[in-house]
């Protein structure tokens, strides 16, 4: 199974701030990464698939970028609703998998 | 709209069936795969399996044993059944709509999930 470690597994932030969520899988999956952001409660949504194109509705604050092993999610202008977990998942081959996510708090 | 609802107990006691069923409204079943996921308290999200509307199924080898996916496109639903369950197996269950995406310069594809359920915790216990 390719392995998916995402960085940090915590993060404070503060409205405006510019954050970065790293990504790192076990073995080349090209392209193919997705995001999502999960609020308590809630289900998860898709941000970006194939590492940097963003889902319809997503504001254009969220980019992706990477290949490889090596992916990155910025948030430029932190605002109050992504207040959020965000998991990244490998999207090459089965079975699909999921980094342990991303707090990101205040 | 579409939106994906789980539903099926909450509850279920050691060594017997987890049954969900996902309901699909706003839009039809058909043309799509449909996927399971779930997340144990604190561990990772896990992918459980998906079918396509046509019956095709593809699970996740650690736990193809204990598990069916079906579709009734008569319904507009399809439904998860994950046998000999342990308390391993408490989770929250989520149903999602899987995107497969062809590239065909590179004769490969991908996978993701464009559309989630809210979920469903089913705890085992007896």
């Known amino acids: 199974d390719i392995q998916m470690t995402q960085s940090p597994s915590s993060v404070s932030a503060s409205v405006g701030d510019r954050v970065t969520i790293t990504c790192r899988a076990s073995?080349?999956?090209?392209?193919?990464l997705a995001w999502y952001q999960q609020k308590p409660g809630q289900a998860p949504k898709l941000l970006i698939y194939?590492?940097?194109s963003l889902q319809s509705g997503v504001p254009s604050r969220f980019s992706g970028t990477g290949s490889g092993t090596h992916f990155t999610l910025t948030i430029s202008s932190l605002q109050p609703d992504d207040f959020a977990t965000y998991y990244c998942q490998q999207a090459h081959s089965f079975p699909l998998t999921f980094g342990l996510g991303t707090k990101l708090e205040i | 709209q579409v939106q994906l609802q789980e539903s099926g107990p909450g509850l279920v006691k050691p060594s017997e069936t987890l049954s969900l069923t996902c309901s699909v409204s706003?839009?039809?079943?058909?043309?799509?795969?449909w996927s399971w996921i779930r997340q144990p308290p604190g561990k990772r999200v896990e992918w459980i399996g998906h079918?396509?509307?046509?019956?095709?199924?593809t699970y996740n080898p650690s736990l193809q044993s204990r598990v069916t996916i079906s579709v009734d496109a008569s319904q507009n639903q399809f439904s998860l059944n994950l046998n000999s369950v342990t308390a391993a197996d408490t989770a929250v269950y989520y149903c999602?709509?899987?995107?497969?995406?062809?590239?065909?310069?590179?004769?490969?594809?991908?996978?993701?999930?464009?559309?989630w359920g809210r979920g469903t915790l089913v705890i085992v216990s007896s």
């Open positions: 073995q080349d999956i090209r392209s193919w």
């Open positions: 706003g839009g039809s079943i058909n043309s799509y795969y």
């Open positions: 999602a709509r899987i995107r497969r995406r062809v590239v065909v310069a590179t004769d490969t594809d991908y996978w993701y999930f464009d559309l």
């Open positions: 194939a590492a940097s």
């Open positions: 079918i396509h509307y046509s019956g095709d199924t």
